[in-house]
């Protein structure tokens, strides 16, 4: 019975790390010129709206 709860435990872990690593993936730390201030990691280099919830994106402040 232990041996399958450990089994279960490797397998919940792996699903983790797995769904872990597709979303690193998706979130790149790019630095866009615009960002989404409710997803910085989402943005464009353009003007526009965020592609999640579509609030104006606010350009970033690059001066320093
Ligand atoms: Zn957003």
């Known amino acids: 019975m232990r041996s399958v709860l450990i089994a279960l435990?490797?397998?919940g872990m792996g699903l983790?790390?797995?769904?872990?690593?597709?979303?690193d993936k998706s979130t790149t730390k790019k630095h866009?010129?615009?960002y989404c201030i409710m997803?910085?990691?989402l943005g464009s280099d353009k003007p526009g709206v965020c592609?999640?919830?579509g609030m104006?994106?606010?350009?970033r402040?690059?001066?320093k």
């Open 39 to 41: 997803h910085p990691d």
């Open 32 to 34: 866009y010129k615009y």
């Open 16 to 23: 983790t790390s797995c769904s872990n690593a597709t979303k």
């Open 9 to 11: 435990a490797f397998l």
């Open 56 to 59: 104006q994106l606010v350009e």
């Open 51 to 53: 592609p999640k919830c």
């Open 61 to 63: 402040d690059t001066d």
